[in-house]
């Protein structure tokens, strides 16, 4: 089965914008035209493996891992380096669990202030002074 890039955006709940970016950053390639004389008289055709990749980036980049971190990952996903991905994977779960503790903190923070708000209607909201400069 061969894919237009809108067929293959369309897919793979991207914009087709998405899929050139990708392209330019070098996580896809770029296919030829079909046809033609490659200056707009043929159709560039994607395949299964191009579906593949695209959605491995898009589920790659939900579990946080930046998109140098993603080509790593396809470079390291022809190699086999378990051991390589495994500290990748180790290091993208030390950072979401520092991107845990702070928004923990900071969600604590807000119910404090949301509870000295209610607390009182005399003075200013606790919440608004708590954000001022």
Do not use: H, N
């Not at 061969?2 to 070098?26: D, H, N, P």
């Not at 035209?33 to 589920?59: M, P, Q, T």
């Not at 495994?86 to 928004?103: G, N, P, S, V, W």
């Not at 900071?106 to 200013?124: E, I, N, T, Y």
């Amino acid at each position: 089965m061969s894919f237009t890039i809108g067929k293959l955006a369309a897919a793979c709940g991207v914009g087709v914008e998405t899929v050139r970016y990708y392209q330019r950053r070098g996580l896809l390639c770029t296919p030829v035209r079909s046809g033609g004389d490659g200056w707009g008289g043929g159709v560039r055709r994607y395949g299964e493996d191009d579906v593949r990749r695209l959605k491995f980036i898009r589920a790659a980049q939900a579990s946080g891992f930046t998109l140098e971190e993603i080509s790593e990952l396809l470079a390291l996903e022809e190699s086999d380096d378990r051991i390589r991905v495994r500290a990748l994977a180790r290091q993208r779960i030390d950072a979401l669990d520092e991107k845990i503790a702070q928004m923990t903190e900071a969600r604590a923070a807000l119910a404090r202030l949301a509870d000295q708000c209610a607390a009182s209607d005399v003075g200013p909201c606790p919440i608004l002074t708590a954000f001022e400069p």
